[in-house]
Every structure is written in structure tokens, then in C-alpha cells.
């Protein structure tokens, strides 16, 4: 009889295979992301990290910096609003980079749902590239994100 149950790694190290560890990597901090749980969603970056939200922005650098930035532009965006916001990563791209980095590309499209209205608003859609970097435990952290919403991709 063969085991279906996922092969567990050892502690502290992920899955052995990358791309899983991107992937699992990814659904974590899209949930803090998604549930607007800046600090955690931050301390997903190196102490340094930099998240440019777009072309032409000034970049977020550091954790603090980092948290701050993704309140304020839910802030600004939808004020006091009740909203659900989901990130959709797809076409995910893994290579590996100088250093042991791995740099990522994928595109994000976002889906905004309100109370009462059982079909979300899309938008906007992005590409994202990360660099990310290993943590001393095996885990992973960005050290580096660039998005391009696409509207201003032309």
C-alpha cells in the first residue's frame, strides 16, 4: 500500500524542492497580506528589505517602513471601507540566483470583494519579481520585491 501523506521536512529547513518552498512561502505571506496584518506580513522581508508597489514610487525600505506602507495604501484606497482583499499568484518562475538567491516572477491579480456583493472587483494585475533569500534556518524571506502593475507597464 503506498502513502498519499505529504513527506514532511525536517524542522526549520522547508521542503527540499524550491519551487514547493516558493509556493508555501508565498501562501503565508499572501495570507498577512490579505488580512492586512502588516507587521507579520513585513517581517516576511530582511531586516533591509525593499517593496516597491510600483514604477516611479518611492520604494518601502526596511520592516517598519514596510508596514507602514501597506496601511497606508489600504488607507488610501478604501478608507474605512469593509473589503476582502485576495492576491492571486500564478505563472510562477523560480531560478536561481548569484549568492544562493532565488528570483522569482509571477503575475498577481488582486480581487476586492465588498459586503454584500457576492462578485469581487478584479484589479489591478501585476507582475511581481522578488529576489529571496535564505534565513538561517532554511526558511525563506525577500530581500527584494518590484511590481509593475500592468497599466503602467506600457
Known sequence: MTSHAPRQASAGTGPADPYTQVQQFYARQVAFLDDLRAEEFAATFTEDGVFAPAPGAPPARGRTAIAAALRAAHERRFGTEQVRRRHWHNMLRVEPGP??????????????????????????SAVVEDVLVHDDTGGLLTRERRVTPDHLSF
Open 99 to 124: 549568492d544562493g538567491t532565488l528570483l522569482t516572477h509571477y503575475y498577481l491579480l488582486v480581487a476586492v470583494t465588498r459586503p454584500g456583493e457576492p462578485a469581487p472587483v478584479l484589479g489591478p
